[in-house]
């Protein structure tokens, strides 16, 4: 099993840049793949980004490609999501999750508490 902690949300203009983190508990972190999802008021859930757990593999939404860039540094035991160039429609709650996989395939198994994105226009 893994917790996360995610971090690095908040308030930004329109055009601007985040930097979300994620910590993970355990010593298993490097098994998993790591995705970053989110979550709009009145919306449902949906997947941002992915890394295999080699950091080799990558995938993103469509609505996010270009703009945001997923890594992980396996020895800190965290996953990052780098977002620029955000637009208002990128307001929501960012989660991260572990998939039990080695490459990602948009889904979650553990996940974090979220971390609120707010894009002001």
């Known amino acids: 099993q893994v917790q996360l902690v995610e971090s690095g949300g908040g308030l930004v203009q329109a055009g601007g840049s985040l930097r979300l983190s994620c910590a993970a508990s355990g010593r298993t972190f490097s098994t998993y793949a790591m995705n970053w999802f989110r979550q709009a008021p009145g919306k449902e859930r949906e997947f941002v980004a992915g890394?295999?757990?080699?950091?080799?593999?990558?995938d993103y939404v469509d609505s996010v490609k270009g703009r945001f860039t997923i890594s992980r540094d396996n020895a800190k035991n965290t996953v990052y999501l780098q977002m620029n160039s955000l637009k208002p429609e990128d307001t929501a709650v960012y989660y991260c999750?572990?998939?039990?996989?080695?490459?990602?395939?948009?889904?979650?198994?553990?996940w974090g508490q979220g971390t609120q994105v707010t894009v002001s226009s």
């Open positions: 999750a572990a998939e039990a996989s080695p490459r990602p395939q948009r889904r979650g198994h553990y």
């Open positions: 890394i295999s757990r080699g950091g080799s593999t990558t």
